[in-house]
């Protein structure tokens, strides 16, 4: 019976990200005691002619998975390092090799997950301070920070802020060595099945290009260099976050979804009307007239959008705002 056949008749496929890259990943590139190991090395531009040592009298790699540092560093390891972050990111896969230069490679992963662009580059970026701490600690001279998807996810997701490498590239390195066996079968299997297995899109900040504090759209907006025409809250302009934002200050420091797109649904709002609702507010203060909790208080002409970018730079000015009527409301917390 076929490995395809017993997870069609059997025990479906694992979709844990732990599975493979606990599992799936080390069982194929450190395969007969790191023997090709460099095919995976070669994916990686700077690292092509690393050497490693697999002996357990003579390594110089350490290859672990499911790694953090907060809760690795002992008593023992305290001397080495003095300042471990707070927090406890784990990264998928943490490989060192000690030799001249001492290389760190960090890989994040993702399988059936289908993290947003913001998403992904956020978990990255928290990432780093651990990494940094390594670096720093150890005399690390080059850390590899990559995300590990399959590349329909990085197609779709497009440029993120660090180097992607893909499980179809790992596949297509290790075939030539690795013909008939288990584990490379498994994540065929896996990259075979992905637009069925793959987790549905979600729409939590799918719109979102950046998440700038409202405080910081503000001042931007007045000075003319924000590049966003959009934000999102739930509700929308005249919804109770918002109204709520507004009423208690809160919206200093919210963080708000943006973006240099039209309004995408009725949870989302002109940065331009924000501002205005802000402006207005201000003026109701100075008069002792609150709004109620919930709403702004205050209303905007129907056809306001059609002159919202005033303070935008040139290349946004295009003409008035669609109406957002009908539009899908799934978007913006």
């Not at 900040?205 to 405080?215: A, D, L, N, P």
Request: hydrophobic share 35%; net charge neutral; proline share 6%.
């Amino acid at each position: 019976m076929s490995l395809t056949k017993l997870v069609h008749e059997q025990l479906p496929l694992n979709r844990k990200e732990r599975f493979f890259t606990g599992t799936v990943l080390p069982m194929v590139i450190c395969k007969d005691n790191f023997r090709h190991f460099r095919r995976f090395l070669s994916l990686i531009p700077g690292l092509e002619s690393t050497v490693i040592k697999a002996d357990p009298e003579e390594a110089n790699v350490q290859f672990f998975t499911e790694y953090s540092l907060n809760e690795s560093v002992g008593e023992e390891a305290q001397d080495r390092f003095p300042d471990v972050p707070s927090t406890k990111e784990t990264l998928d896969v943490l490989i060192l090799i000690k030799g001249e230069p001492k290389n760190l490679v960090a890989l994040e992963a993702k399988m059936f997950d289908t993290p947003t662009t913001y998403e992904l580059n956020r978990q990255m970026q928290n990432q780093q301070k651990m990494l940094k701490c390594i670096q720093e600690s150890l005399g690390v001279q080059k850390v590899y920070h990559y995300a590990l998807l399959p590349g329909e996810l990085s197609r779709r997701l497009g440029q993120i802020d660090f180097p992607i490498l893909t499980w179809e590239a790992i596949r297509a390195a290790y075939r030539p060595v690795c013909a008939g066996d288990y584990f490379l079968a498994m994540l065929e299997l896996a990259l075979h099945s992905y637009p069925r297995l793959a987790a549905k899109k979600r729409q939590y900040r799918h719109y979102c290009e950046q998440m700038i504090q409202g405080r910081e759209i503000y001042e931007r907006f007045k000075a003319g260099t924000l590049d966003k025409v959009s934000m999102g809250r739930g509700g929308g302009m005249n919804g109770e976050r918002l109204g709520e934002d507004i009423r208690t200050g809160g919206w200093r420091d919210h963080s708000y979804e943006t973006s240099s797109a039209e309004p995408p649904n009725s949870n989302w709002l002109y940065i331009a009307n924000f501002v205005k609702l802000v402006d207005q507010a201000s003026t109701c203060a100075s008069t002792d007239t609150t709004p109620p909790v919930g709403q702004t208080g205050l209303r905007l002409p129907m056809n306001s959008g059609q002159s919202q970018h005033s303070n935008q730079p040139e290349r946004q000015r295009k003409g008035g705002a669609p109406s957002q009527a009908g539009q899908s409301t799934l978007d913006a917390p």
